[in-house]
């Protein structure tokens, strides 16, 4: 009597490798493509209001007008309990003032010039951190999902246990599936220090947010602010008397002479206007990973001390540097570049995945044209709703309903999957996503004419990629050669 043979260490990674992607496939996919659209999130601030006037620095005395500003611009409403002065740096070279009620850019001289209005870069930023539920809630979703890739990579690996001799092999030029999973796996090796440092940093800020949520609500009566301040340190006692705005100005010139080196991108005024007040500049260090140091400074200006995220306890250097690591803000244009590249990796390591398993069951006669272009819906539907957020941010203004407009848009390319799934298949949803993309960066050049470099190459990157995409598919028509008849070769064989 014969015995089934035992289940390999293999053969359990494949089920479970199966099993968690297409648990998480769809939002594993939506995750990857908006984490590789965020990484040049300033970049995209600046096309969405291109005709903001731009400057690499902002004086001390001109923050000192910003701040009096963004309070003038909130006369009326209730007192705003925090100031933020973004300073100017290359990849977002503007300021901005925000409050609780408004953000505004300002000019060189500190005086507000326009609404700062870029909801689409926004909505796109939300959709990747928290997929647009409550905040708390879709951050421990989004960090879940960073816990389960992380576990895909794993699995993947042992999955494969070829994996280096196979790392260069790829066999674009056979069967499609064959092409397929070749992408998919040497992708996916390639990748895989990157892939793990940004699943596993996404988890920590995603899990990490909900967990200090929780020990809020537990031990400091839902009070976010302390239950942070072990790391991020914590607020004098609040004191509601009015009193003279701070000195910022020489907060500002304080830090330039204490610390040199340091470059300060946020200025942080905390209860601004009460005799409570005080200030917090966060100053990034040269050659350091963590998102600054902060700095803390009473209403004169005078330096009081620092939270010490770059010399204090580990824990703390540890925190202040997932975000960079994940986001890729550090070392400047280059990085930016090469995590795009990695993310937009990841999204053809995401598709793919799925998009073999579906092949998988076809081959064994459990196909289903339904679930294949509802598969087919996502992947490209995706960026398609993207692309027409944007057009209808252009059209309707920055207070269109982008949210509902992204996520109405999928659930229409979805349900057509459903209704006509011959309706939706890769090959026309492909191309039409590539003509959006081209349109949009011809659309955009066309009406603004921008002159800013970054700009100008965001709009060519999207109109030639675009174009280019096509090219490679097949999609656009080839010259005619000049000694041919188009007639006769348009007219059937007989």
Not at 293 to 303: C, V
């Given at each position: 009597m014969?015995?089934?043979?035992?289940?390999?260490?293999?053969?359990?990674?494949?089920?479970?490798?199966?099993?968690?992607?297409?648990?998480?496939s769809?939002l594993?996919?939506?995750?990857?493509?908006?984490?590789?659209?965020?990484?040049?999130?300033?970049?995209?601030?600046?096309?969405?209001?291109?005709?903001?006037?731009?400057?690499?620095?902002?004086?001390?005395?001109?923050?000192?007008?910003?701040?009096?500003?963004?309070?003038a611009?909130?006369?009326?409403?209730?007192?705003?309990?925090?100031?933020?002065?973004?300073?100017?740096?290359?990849?977002?070279?503007?300021?901005?003032?925000?409050?609780?009620?408004?953000?505004?850019?300002?000019?060189?001289?500190?005086?507000?010039?326009?609404?700062?209005?870029?909801?689409?870069?926004?909505?796109?930023?939300?959709?990747?951190?928290?997929?647009h539920?409550?905040?708390?809630?879709g951050?421990a979703?989004?960090?879940?999902?960073?816990?389960?890739?992380?576990?895909?990579?794993?699995?993947?690996?042992?999955?494969?246990?070829?994996?280096?001799?196979?790392a260069?092999?790829?066999?674009?030029?056979?069967d499609?599936?064959?092409?397929?999973?070749?992408?998919?796996?040497?992708?996916?090796?390639?990748?895989?220090?990157?892939?793990?440092?940004?699943?596993?940093?996404?988890a920590?800020?995603?899990?990490?947010?909900?967990?200090?949520?929780?020990?809020?609500?537990?031990?400091?009566?839902?009070?976010?602010?302390?239950?942070?301040?072990?790391?991020?340190?914590?607020e004098?006692?609040?004191d509601?008397?009015?009193?003279?705005?701070?000195?910022?100005?020489?907060?500002?010139?304080?830090?330039?002479?204490?610390?040199?080196?340091?470059?300060?991108t946020?200025?942080?005024?905390?209860?601004?206007g009460?005799?409570?007040?005080?200030?917090?500049?966060?100053?990034?260090?040269?050659?350091?990973?963590?998102?600054g140091?902060?700095?803390?400074?009473?209403?004169?200006?005078?330096?009081t001390?620092?939270?010490?995220?770059?010399?204090?306890?580990?824990?703390?250097?540890?925190?202040?540097?997932?975000?960079?690591?994940?986001?890729?803000?550090y070392?400047?244009?280059?990085?930016?570049?090469?995590?795009?590249?990695?993310?937009l990796?990841?999204?053809?390591?995401?598709?793919?995945g799925?998009?073999?398993?579906?092949?998988?069951?076809?081959?064994?006669?459990?196909?289903?044209?339904?679930?294949e272009?509802?598969?087919?819906?996502?992947i490209?539907?995706?960026?398609?709703?993207?692309?027409?957020?944007?057009?209808?941010?252009?059209?309707?203004?920055?207070?269109?309903?982008?949210?509902?407009?992204?996520?109405?848009?999928?659930?229409?390319?979805?349900?057509?999957?459903v209704l006509?799934p011959?309706?939706?298949?890769?090959?026309?949803?492909?191309?039409?996503?590539f003509?959006?993309?081209?349109?949009?960066?011809?659309?955009?050049?066309a009406?603004?004419q921008?002159?800013?470099?970054?700009?100008?190459?965001?709009d060519?990157?999207?109109?030639?990629?675009?174009?280019?995409?096509?090219?490679a598919?097949?999609?656009?028509?080839?010259?005619?050669?000049?000694d041919?008849?188009?007639?006769?070769q348009?007219a059937?064989?007989?």
């Open positions: 014969s015995t089934a043979p035992a289940t390999t260490l293999v053969q359990r990674a494949l089920g479970g490798h199966a099993a968690l992607g297409l648990l998480a769809a594993l996919y939506i995750i990857a493509l908006t984490g590789a659209i965020v990484v040049i999130h300033d970049r995209w601030q600046r096309w969405e209001q291109p005709d903001v006037a731009e400057y690499q620095t902002l004086a001390p005395a001109a923050v000192q007008t910003a701040l009096a500003a963004g309070l611009a909130d006369r009326g409403k209730p007192a705003t309990t925090h100031l933020y002065v973004r300073m100017p740096d290359e990849a977002l070279p503007r300021a901005v003032i925000t409050s609780d009620h408004s953000a505004w850019y300002v000019g060189a001289d500190g005086r507000i010039v326009d609404r700062e209005a870029h909801s689409w870069t926004e909505m796109v930023i939300g959709l990747h951190e928290y997929l539920l409550p905040v708390l809630w951050m979703v989004v960090g879940a999902l960073g816990v389960v890739l992380a576990a895909l990579l794993l699995t993947g690996v042992i999955a494969h246990p070829r994996i280096i001799r196979d260069f092999r790829l066999r674009t030029r056979h499609s599936q064959i092409a397929r999973a070749d992408w998919h796996n040497r992708l996916g090796v390639w990748t895989l220090p990157f892939a793990l440092a940004i699943t596993l940093t996404g920590f800020i995603g899990l990490g947010s909900a967990g200090f949520s929780v020990l809020a609500g537990a031990y400091h009566g839902g009070d976010l602010e302390q239950a942070y301040a072990p790391i991020f340190g914590d004098p006692a609040h509601a008397t009015r009193a003279p705005l701070p000195n910022i100005a020489a907060a500002l010139t304080t830090l330039g002479r204490q610390v040199p080196g340091v470059t300060p946020y200025v942080i005024v905390h209860d601004p009460t005799r409570g007040q005080h200030v917090q500049v966060i100053a990034e260090h040269p050659r350091r990973l963590i998102y140091e902060t700095y803390t400074f009473d209403a004169a200006g005078r330096m001390g620092k939270v010490g995220l770059s010399d204090g306890e580990l824990g703390r250097q540890l925190a202040a540097s997932t975000y960079n690591l994940h986001f890729g803000n070392a400047g244009l280059p990085v930016e570049i090469a995590y795009t590249l990695l993310g990796a990841l999204c053809v390591i995401t598709s793919t799925t998009t073999l398993w579906l092949g998988k069951r076809r081959r064994r006669g459990r196909g289903s044209a339904r679930l272009a509802s598969w087919t819906a996502v490209w539907g995706t960026p398609l709703a993207l692309v027409a957020t944007a057009w209808l941010r252009a059209g309707a203004g920055p207070d269109a309903p982008l949210v509902a407009g992204f996520w109405g848009g999928l659930l229409v390319a979805i349900v057509a999957a006509r011959a309706a939706v298949q890769p090959g026309p949803m492909r191309a039409a996503t003509v959006a993309v081209a349109l949009t960066g011809a659309a955009h050049f009406w603004f921008p002159a800013e470099q970054a700009v100008l190459t965001l060519l990157i999207l109109a030639g990629g675009g174009l280019a995409a096509l090219a598919l097949g999609h656009l028509p080839r010259r005619r050669p000049a041919c008849d188009f007639a006769a348009a059937p064989a007989e």
